[in-house]
């Protein structure tokens, strides 16, 4: 079991910056990809950001690629998203994911999210 915390979200200004973070708690040893997805409203969860666990290998989505970073502190055990230039397209509430696999199956841990709006 797998206990994620969002931290981070608020209401920023076009062209602001967040520093969203993701604590984890419980078995984290085998979790193999972090992940950040967003949601706004009336539409689906998509992803932002992954980070793949031991090589430390990052992928964006395109729509916010080159204006965050994703990166990981093993030792506290937490993920960090650094969203930069932001959009108010942008807006949405973001979902701090772990994903274990086994056998081909897929084992997501989700936390509650945490709400970004962007003004224009």
């Known amino acids: 079991q797998v206990r994620l915390v969002e931290s981070g979200g608020g209401l920023v200004q076009a062209g602001g910056s967040l520093r969203l973070s993701c604590a984890a708690s419980g078995i984290i040893f085998s979790i193999n990809k972090w992940g950040w997805y967003r949601q706004a409203p009336g539409q689906q969860r998509d992803l932002v950001a992954s980070i793949t666990n031991g090589d430390d290998r990052p992928n964006y989505a395109d729509s916010v690629n080159g204006r965050v970073t994703i990166t990981k502190d093993d030792e506290t055990s937490t993920v960090f998203l650094q969203m930069n230039n932001l959009k108010p397209e942008d807006t949405a509430v973001y979902y701090c994911?772990?994903?274990?696999?086994?056998?081909?199956?897929?084992?997501?841990?989700w936390g509650q999210g945490t709400q970004v709006t962007v003004t224009s």
């Open positions: 994911v772990a994903r274990r696999y086994s056998d081909s199956a897929d084992f997501p841990s």
